[in-house]
């Protein structure tokens, strides 16, 4: 071997040394950054949540543990609890897991277990139970940009002292997506196969497909960290792009149209109303509703003579202040938001 070999081989052992030591030392620096992060997710999370407890903002993750060592940094709770002595409320979930990328630290997954148990004062309560419930969301340094929600066969109960037996509700299947647009929140939801059913009872309807799409005006900052009051709808406006009900067998109805909710809670609006299935709609509602047959056969008689006839109607709906009209003539009041 010549000399000149010699010192090439002493310059590449030196580079591959060099190269090791490079990666040895940015691992090292890596898993301490993460273990760092971690240390303190664990140390200020429980005094974050000790401090608004002051407030009146309770929570609780029960062994609570950072993991996802090496490229994920994730929250896992046994148990989780919230509490709001502000206005009456507490809720308890199962268990809770979460994730975010070390190079996506923006982006986060949830995934929470039941069962769920809601109390609201006085007295409401609402207890739930799914086989499967994820979240994801997107932030800035702002707070959330945009933030999704879907669950799988949802089941559970409301009671409320205005009711002497309770609600039983489930679902197939649901999704919630709200994101920021400018200075205005978007939000859209589905629900696939509502069923809805006094307690010990048989189901109101037939399961519905629902489907909804809105805009609020001049409400990004719900997402952005703005706390949210139990009647933030008060004072509120925006656009209903659509609300869709379908119960099969031709059986749909689709709304749409600007709205308003006054500092009370009562909606006001002018809305496009398409009714398919008069027939089929009159009929299921005197079932569900038996003492408001007169006022379902009023209004079903309406819409077959505005449609000529025929068993589909477009029609204009104005609200104001949660009475509903249909051609001058009131057909429904709507509860306060």
Request: with cysteine.
């Amino acid at each position: 071997m010549t000399m000149t070999e010699v010192a090439k081989e002493s310059r590449a052992g030196r580079r591959l040394l060099w190269l090791t030591a490079g990666v040895v030392l940015v691992t090292s620096l890596y898993s301490a950054g993460w273990f760092l992060a971690a240390d303190q997710i664990e140390k200020r999370l429980p005094a974050y949540l000790a401090e608004n407890r002051k407030a009146g903002l309770g929570g609780e993750c029960g062994d609570m543990e950072v993991r996802g060592f090496p490229f994920r940094l994730g929250l896992f709770c046994e148990n989780v609890r919230l509490d709001d002595a502000r206005y009456g409320a507490s809720a308890s979930f199962g268990a809770l897991r979460s994730a975010a990328q070390v190079y996506q630290p923006g982006r986060a997954v949830i995934e929470l277990d039941g069962p769920a148990e809601i109390r609201v004062s006085p007295d409401i309560s609402i207890s739930a139970d799914w086989t499967l419930l994820h979240a994801s969301l997107a932030a800035t340094l702002a707070g959330v940009d945009r933030t999704s929600l879907a669950y799988d066969n949802l089941t559970g109960a409301v009671r409320s002292p205005l009711s002497a037996k309770g609600l039983n509700f489930g679902a197939n299947h649901g999704e919630l997506h709200l994101r920021q647009n400018g200075d205005d929140l978007d939000a859209a939801l589905s629900v696939d196969k509502l069923d809805l059913r006094p307690e010990d009872g048989q189901s109101l309807a037939r399961p519905a497909d629902i489907a909804a799409d809105f805009t609020f005006t001049g409400k990004a900052d719900w997402l952005l960290g703005a706390s949210l009051a139990p009647h933030a709808l008060c004072g509120t406006a925006g656009e209903l792009r659509q609300l869709a009900l379908d119960l099969g067998d031709g059986m749909s109805a689709k709304l749409s149209g600007p709205f308003s909710v006054n500092e009370q809670g009562l909606i006001s609006g002018e809305f496009s109303l398409t009714v398919m299935g008069i027939g089929a709609w009159r009929d299921s509602l005197a079932k569900a509703v038996p003492e408001e047959t007169d006022l379902i056969n009023n209004v079903a008689n309406m819409l077959t003579a505005l449609a000529g006839g025929k068993d589909k109607a477009t029609v204009k709906l104005n609200v104001r202040d949660g009475t509903a009209f249909l051609a001058f003539v009131p057909i429904g009041v709507l509860p306060a938001l």
